[in-house]
């Protein structure tokens, strides 16, 4: 429970104003938190809750821009819907361990070679919570490589985008855990 003050200041006709004090409790409910198998390599702006499965081990990442090596690590984080990497750099490595429960607010999504990474970012927030998420599912990851050349050319090789072609990518998706629904936004 999260405890609340707030005023009111109510204008009424000619110079009237009432002060309105209102003070108690409401609960944080989880709206708005989406799951692991619904990212998308444009999603941006997220809320996720997941559970750290492993740390790797720091990175060095030099600067494309000629400044300082930044230090990056890969966590594997999850739900019940699915696995994705989550980068953690700089100040957010050691913060996190295999069996935390993580609140990503405004997170989004950056492909690093072809795989799909969940990032915090500036703007967002990563907060340990209480909350337990007792079975992750393994068998979907969401950072499995994204073949985008395979997606742009037929899988069947005719090379036409007829509808066999958008139905194998569609079961091929499917067989990686992405929705065959995603498929037009991933192909563009």
Not at 77 to 101: H, P, R
């Amino acid at each position: 429970m999260e405890k609340f003050h707030t005023l009111f200041i109510i204008y009424g006709s000619t110079h009237h104003k009432k002060r309105i004090v209102m003070e108690g409790e409401i609960e944080r409910t989880q709206v708005g938190i989406t799951k692991v198998k619904d990212l998308t390599p444009r999603s941006n702006k997220v809320n996720v809750l997941v559970k750290v499965m492993g740390v790797g081990e720091p990175k060095e990442i030099p600067n494309r821009f000629g400044g300082d090596a930044r230090r990056v690590v890969e966590a594997r984080v999850g739900d019940e819907t699915g696995t994705i990497l989550l980068s953690l750099w700089q100040d957010q490595i050691g913060s996190v361990k295999e069996g935390d429960v993580l609140l990503i607010d405004n997170g989004y999504i950056s492909l690093v070679q072809g795989h799909m990474h969940l990032n915090v970012g500036k703007y967002g927030k990563m907060t340990k919570v209480d909350q337990d998420i007792p079975n992750i599912n393994t068998e979907v990851d969401a950072s499995a490589a994204i073949d985008f050349k395979k997606r742009s050319r037929s899988v069947e090789g005719s090379g036409r985008g007829t509808a066999a072609d958008t139905e194998a990518v569609a079961e091929e998706d499917i067989k990686l855990g992405h929705g065959a629904i995603d498929f037009k936004k991933r192909m563009i």
